[in-house]
């Protein structure tokens, strides 16, 4: 498949986090579902979204398909828990966090939250899911910090582009545990 130029992808030698230049962030994982823990606000203009490792999945529920090549690799020290393993900042202002115990964090320092959007394998679908289990994570509005949080790799997001709508592929499911923002 040809790269993507508008886009980065990040990983904790398991999991993927691709961060797209139209500002949707995806975490994505072949072995796992991903679970809604916490969602909260570490200031007045910006909230984030933590990310646990959910059911494990079956090889009847995906395939092994390729993992993309990752822009930036943190390694993961399981014994260190909840301490932060990595951090990314993008220039729109939204972050990742890479946690040791599998978690991510995703985030903005300046905007809200617009949907949580948490898909899966469909139980009993003859469809074998090629994605494992996923969240996009949408920001409202285009705020811009003038200043970034530190970090360990930047991503730079040109101008802002209109974000893609989620939508399910074939044999998924959307799981509402936790969610943010509009049911469909």
Do not use: C
């Amino acid at each position: 498949m040809a790269s993507n130029s508008k886009r980065a992808v990040l990983s904790n030698e398991g999991d993927s986090v691709t961060v797209f230049h139209d500002g949707r962030i995806k975490v994505t994982s072949r072995d796992h579902l991903w679970e809604i823990v916490e969602v909260g606000r570490h200031s007045a203009l910006g909230q984030f979204v933590t990310l646990g490792v959910g059911r494990p999945l079956s090889a009847s529920e995906t395939t092994a398909a390729a993992a993309p090549t990752a822009d930036y690799t943190v390694a993961l020290t399981p014994d260190r828990e909840t301490e932060v393993a990595g951090t990314v900042a993008a220039t729109n202002g939204t972050f990742i966090q890479f946690l040791h115990n599998g978690s991510i964090t995703v985030g903005s320092d300046g905007r809200d939250i617009a949907e949580t959007f948490n898909t899966g394998p469909e139980a009993n679908s003859e469809i074998v899911s090629v994605r494992g289990g996923s969240v996009t994570v949408t920001f409202r509005g285009s705020y811009r910090p003038s200043s970034l949080r530190e970090h360990d790799f930047l991503v730079d997001i040109p101008s802002p582009e209109k974000p893609a709508l989620n939508r399910l592929h074939p044999g998924e499911h959307e799981s509402r545990a936790g969610k943010v923002g509009p049911f469909r």
